[in-house]
């Protein structure tokens, strides 16, 4: 299960600053006042073949009221959920009675936490984190500087390390539970029945009222000998909307699904068109690299006038899914278009998976460049050598080359709507990966002798320069 981690604090010690280097996004906004978050926002992120789920907190003083204690509250929450906590404190101004107060709280809630003690940049580390081992958490202080992005990946990856490597398999004949989908989607848009249609019973219960789902549900079972397993995950709305306690746990979990399926089906609701929160599911699906289906639901018995509607709203709202995502207009009450679901399943997991050969992407990579080469760059022409396949689920591409740190987005977006459409890759978005290879010619032993190599040259001259000198006189 990817491991969920909350980050805690006072109010301005750089939580959210934190929050966007552990999911490389800006979508925790960062400012130099306290009190900008005033929810949990969640956000996730990958260390190499590692997923995790962070959670950005509101601060924590001690002495709220009214919307601070709110504010207070949902920090609690993400204590509770979270299967380990980076506690942040500010080494310019030292530890605090709330410090203090976090740092018991933590220690009655019994959770693994690190001590994370930021804004070290342009102090001595050792003395920076000297006066926080009074705060007596578990663990030495660990120093950070978060909008330099300084110690942020040690630390991730040590907090990793204390959670079991995570067992990868990538193709169904290998994995018990075949192809996993993930049913997800706003409250009462029709996921549980869904699912009972595409299973052909009723296995979860469905009622007319939101939140009847708390908790993700998987369900393994076979179609046309071919092994799935359905998982039906509670409504995410909009967190100002979640009171209950169970609640928010389930944010968790289906978010924690996400992470654990092969395709995802998102439900929309077709009597609401598209809304923000659908937009708000669909950026964590993305982000987290998954295949995605897109499903509109209760389809049956609308108005032309209403249904034109909807399409437009699509066209505007999601353009940017038509090139790759397929979309289905379905009834799960009724079973309409339901079973053409599993033919973009089907389509969507087998690009996640598939294999290509150097030599085919290099060739691609080189048809590419000769139809619309890279940009000059200092009067350097930029130079994509050859291509490789760098992982699966998303599909990664890594391209070799020179300059490539300095290839404009439009040009990646040309290498990746490029390989689309020759690799014919439908339902899972496809990442690109740019490394730069070390000219051979370069010699760095001699770098560090640049000054030895000039008195050499020197000194050969002065030796040559006598010579001919002692010729002349002779």
């Known amino acids: 299960m990817t491991p969920v981690i909350a980050l805690v604090g006072r109010p301005n010690v750089g939580k959210s600053t934190l929050f966007n280097r552990l999911t490389k996004t800006k979508d925790a906004l960062v400012a130099d006042f306290s009190g900008l978050t005033r929810d949990r926002k969640y956000g996730d992120g990958k260390v190499g073949h590692r997923p995790y789920i962070v959670v950005d907190t509101g601060g924590i003083s001690g002495f709220e009221e009214g919307l601070d204690a709110e504010m207070a509250g949902q920090s609690y929450a993400a204590i509770d959920e979270a299967d380990a906590v980076l506690f942040l404190v500010d080494a310019a101004e030292g530890v605090t009675a709330a410090d203090h107060m976090i740092a018991q709280t933590l220690r009655a809630k019994n959770k693994p936490a690190w ?44 907090v990793l390390d204390s959670f079991p490597e995570p067992d990868f398999e ?19 848009v029709g996921k549980s029945t869904l699912v009972n249609r595409m299973l052909g019973e009723d296995r979860v219960v469905v009622y007319d009222h939101p939140g009847t789902t708390m908790d993700s549900i998987y369900i393994p079972y076979e179609r046309n000998d071919q092994k799935y397993t359905l998982i039906d995950t509670a409504g995410v709305r909009r967190r100002k909307n979640v009171e209950a306690a169970v609640e928010k746990f389930s944010i968790i979990k289906t978010l924690q699904a996400i992470q654990d399926a092969n395709v995802v089906i998102l439900v929309l609701d077709a009597r609401d068109s598209v809304v923000e929160q659908d937009l708000h599911m669909l ?7 998954r295949s995605l289906v897109i499903a509109i639901n209760k389809w049956d018995g609308m108005h032309p006038d209403s249904r034109d509607k909807v399409k437009h709203d699509l066209e505007w ?22 079973g053409h679901l599993y033919e973009s399943v089907q389509v969507a997991y087998d690009s996640a998976y598939a294999k290509w050969q150097t030599n085919r992407l290099t060739t691609i990579l080189e048809g590419a460049i000769e139809q619309h080469q890279p940009p000059m760059i200092n009067g350097r022409r930029i130079k ?12 990664i ?15 990646k977006r040309y290498l990746e709507n490029t390989f689309k459409k020759v690799l014919d890759v439908r339902g899972t978005p496809i990442r690109f990966e740019f490394k730069s290879g070390e000219n051979p010619y370069v010699q760095p032993k001699f770098k560090n002798n640049r000054n030895t190599t ?5 000194g050969a001259r002065g030796r040559r320069i006598e010579r001919n000198t002692g010729r002349n006189k002779g």
């Open 317 to 338: 709202r999601m353009e940017f899914l038509f090139d790759w995502a397929d979309f289905h207009f379905i009834s799960a009450m009724h079973g309409t278009n339901v």
């Open 397 to 411: 591409i890594v391209v070799h080359g020179n300059q490539v740190d300095k290839l404009p987005g439009s040009y």
């Open 170 to 188: 990538v193709d169904a004949e290998e994995n018990d539970l075949g192809i996993r989908i993930a049913v997800v989607g706003r409250p009462n």
């Open 283 to 289: 950026s964590f699906v993305l982000n987290a690299g």
């Open 454 to 458: 000039r008195k050499d040259k020197q």
């Open 115 to 158: 001590l994370v003690v930021n804004k070290t940049d342009g102090r001595d580390e050792s003395v920076a984190v000297a006066d926080f081992f009074e705060l007596g958490m578990s663990v030495e202080p660990y120093p950070i500087a978060a909008s330099h992005n300084r110690g942020v990946r040690s630390l991730i990856e040590e």
């Open 384 to 395: 994509l050598r050859y291509a490789h396949q760098g992982g699966s689920n998303p599909p």
